[in-house]
């Protein structure tokens, strides 16, 4: 089960991205997905969850409002919408898969992690 996650850039502050985190197989569905993501010298932190039908979704504080997590279980693939970012989001973006029902914050809950993609925001 592998995961891959594209979509970072440059973008000036204010500006939008998509990250998209594409799995290797069907049993996807059977996973609630997460981004979580590491700024330089910074801890990995939660961004995002969003259960295993997409029924149910979770944010940090710190992006709620401006981001969303969405997926699409017919193409494997979940989904990070990004709007009016912020320089303090710049940080490598990773996408993670849980096969826990219940949503949470931790990092080392994680079934399998992808590569990250890195988002860089200028002020």
């Known amino acids: 089960f592998r995961l891959q996650a594209f979509g970072g850039g440059l973008v000036q502050a204010g500006g939008s991205l998509r990250l998209s985190c594409a799995a290797s197989?069907?049993?996807?569905?059977?996973?609630?997905m997460y981004w979580f993501r590491q700024a330089l010298g910074k801890e990995r932190e939660f961004v995002a969850a969003i259960t295993r039908r997409g029924g149910s979704t979770s944010y940090a504080d710190s992006v709620k409002v401006r981001f969303t997590i969405s997926r699409d279980n017919t193409k494997n693939t979940v989904f990070l919408q990004m709007n009016n970012l912020k320089p303090e989001d710049t940080a490598v973006y990773y996408c993670?898969?849980?096969?826990?029902?219940?949503?949470?914050?931790?990092?080392?809950?994680?079934?399998?992690w992808g590569k990250g993609t890195q988002v860089t925001v200028s002020s």
């Open positions: 993670a898969a849980d096969a826990n029902l219940v949503l949470h914050t931790s990092s080392g809950r994680m079934d399998h």
């Open positions: 197989e069907r049993t996807f569905s059977n996973y609630a």
